[in-house]
């Protein structure tokens, strides 16, 4: 397979000598991958298993500061209706294209919701979510709800987090100790991997770009579209999203599109999620 400096480049910002480029493009080979749904050609240089263990890590470490809310609570059992649900509809297409099963393999799905003003979500490898208190309000329904852990699933089916882990590594280590970075768990990597998942407060430098943004709100209706609620709600969602951040910042949408853009966007790829669409009661 021929892959141009130009494509490379696209990962790395790097000088690198004749040398370099010949390893990392050996190195991209190896490691290429096409995202579901999309097609889209990735690079992940890192083992998803130890992402795994990272992500139960750092998920108890968070959760330690966090405390999930009591599953009695309303709007917890809510978090975890939609989760599952969209749970379900993630195994059923993964295990129906077969070449995309071993996307999902080990994964533990846990879904709590922390009570915390900021307006966010997100999902680390082997289904790790948690949905902050603060997006409720704007959500107002379980289908929009729906729209946001749909995305934020998205994020992790489609492998994003390695993406940027494995650019930033990289670019610190080398390609070479990428690997042994991540499997020794050092302080480096573990920063690294807070601001790749979103996990550190403002969701950190390293925050999703826009190209993920708009690949995990296809994965997103699809998902949620498998999973019986209306892909259309999310028109409505982000025209909410967009009301609500006028006049201040929301680390949900730091790396974001444009509302317009979104939005826009959304609804022309709306006629291919609706076509995974069944109208009937989530459960």
């Known amino acids: ?43 992940n240089l890192l083992a998803e298993g130890d992402l795994m263990k990272m992500s139960l890590t750092e998920y108890n470490k968070f959760l330690g500061t966090h405390p999930p809310t009591p599953e009695t609570d309303a709007n ?28 999902i393999a080990g994964y533990n799905w846990q ?30 329904n379980e289908t929009a709800l729906a729209v946001v852990m749909g995305h934020e699933i998205a994020h992790a089916i489609a492998r994003h987090g390695n993406e940027r882990m494995s650019q930033q590594l990289a670019l610190q280590v080398g390609a070479a100790a990428v690997s042994v970075a991540v499997s020794s768990q050092s302080a480096a990597s573990q920063d690294i991997f807070n601001k790749s998942y979103g996990v550190a407060s403002g969701l950190g430098a390293l925050a999703y770009s826009r190209k993920h943004e708009s690949e995990a709100d296809k994965l997103g209706l699809v998902f949620m579209a498998m999973a019986g ?5 999310a028109v409505a969602f982000w025209e909410r999203m967009a009301k609500a951040s006028k006049g201040g910042s929301m680390a949900i949408l730091s790396t974001h599109p444009s509302d317009e853009k979104r939005i826009e966007d959304i609804k022309k790829f709306l ?13």
């Open 76 to 103: 917890a059992q809510l978090v975890k209706k939609v989760g599952k649900n969209i749970q379900a509809a993630v195994e059923k297409f993964m295990n129906a294209n077969k070449k995309y099963k071993k996307r």
């Open 271 to 283: 006629p291919k999620a609706m076509k995974y669409y069944h109208p009937t009661t989530p459960q």
């Open 111 to 140: 879904f709590n919701l922390v009570e915390e003003k900021t307006v966010n979500a997100w999902c680390m490898p082997g289904g790790k979510v948690v949905v902050y208190s603060g997006l409720l309000p704007v959500t107002q």
């Open 229 to 233: 609620y209306d892909p259309h709600e």
């Open 1 to 43: 397979m021929k892959i141009a400096n130009s494509t490379m480049k696209q990962y790395f910002s790097f000088p690198l000598g004749r040398s370099g480029w010949a390893l990392f493009l050996f190195v991209f080979i190896l490691s290429c991958t096409k995202v579901p749904i999309t097609g889209r050609r990735q690079m």
